[in-house]
């Protein structure tokens, strides 16, 4: 079975612009979380999806949103793109909520590294 | 405010040598801790440990829980160059929270 899928694999994009990044979970998989990563730091919760409805929001401006389609992909997109952008964007997927469920594992795709000029 | 510390930053050692790496959290309510590995870029799951799951060993790892006095270890014993890598502590902090928070993460290097 694949694993959880992002693309692009790498970004470069200049102040101002807009990007989105896509996900694909693990099969049956009906959660999905968007983490940051900044070199040299642990990963920032920016949001979690689950069954098509934002359950969580971490500490990130509005220019960050997100969505949840029926196949339970997701894309993350950020506006007006400013150099502390740049980062490795994680994805993960779980089978449920990890707000509510207990002891949910996540699984993380490779990520996309956005490079912000 | 919730967090999680790891200790050391970094590490280097040699193959053979027994490693433990360290995990100290504040949260507001625990509910489980993870340990992943991060070699490039995805992290990949190592171990979960709960209140009902303090302890757990897979191969040449070993992890463990102390719920008292808030901290996890990751003990990984005959090193092989194959274990350098960036490991992460994670922490869910209870019960309508949505996230896991993070460690900085300890960075591992096993030289030949």
């Known amino acids: 079975d694949a694993g959880v899928t992002q693309s692009p694999t790498h970004l470069i994009k200049t102040r101002g612009q807009q990007v989105t990044l896509r996900c694909s979970p693990i099969?049956?998989?009906?959660?999905v979380s968007w983490y940051q990563q900044v070199l040299g730091q642990g990963p920032q919760f920016i949001f979690q999806?689950?069954?098509?409805?934002?359950?969580g929001r971490g500490n990130f401006p509005d220019r960050f949103s997100a969505r949840q389609f029926p196949n339970y992909s997701s894309e993350l997109n950020v506006n007006a793109l400013l150099l502390g952008d740049s980062a490795l964007y994680l994805c993960?997927?779980?089978?449920?909520?990890?707000?509510?469920?207990?002891?949910?594992?996540?699984?993380f795709g490779s990520g996309t590294q956005l490079s912000v000029l | 405010e919730d967090k999680v510390v790891q200790s050391p930053l970094s590490l280097v050692v040699h193959e053979g040598d027994t490693v433990t790496l360290n995990c100290s959290y504040e949260?507001?309510?625990?509910?489980?801790l993870l340990w992943y590995k991060q070699e490039k870029k995805a992290p990949t799951f190592l171990f979960m440990l709960?209140?009902?799951?303090i302890e757990k060993k897979s191969g040449r790892l070993s992890s463990i829980l102390d719920k008292k006095e808030l901290f996890s270890i990751l003990n990984i014993t005959a090193t092989q160059t194959g274990d350098s890598a960036i490991y992460l502590c994670?922490?869910?902090?209870?019960?309508?929270?949505?996230?896991?928070?993070f460690g900085t993460g300890t960075r591992l290097k096993v030289l030949a």
């Open positions: 993960a997927s779980s089978f449920r909520d990890v707000g509510f469920s207990t002891n949910e594992k996540l699984f």
């Open positions: 099969s049956g998989h009906k959660s």
């Open positions: 999806y689950y069954e098509k409805e934002e359950r």
């Open positions: 949260v507001t309510n625990f509910r489980s």
């Open positions: 709960t209140s009902s799951g």
């Open positions: 994670a922490v869910h902090p209870g019960s309508g929270t949505y996230k896991y928070i």
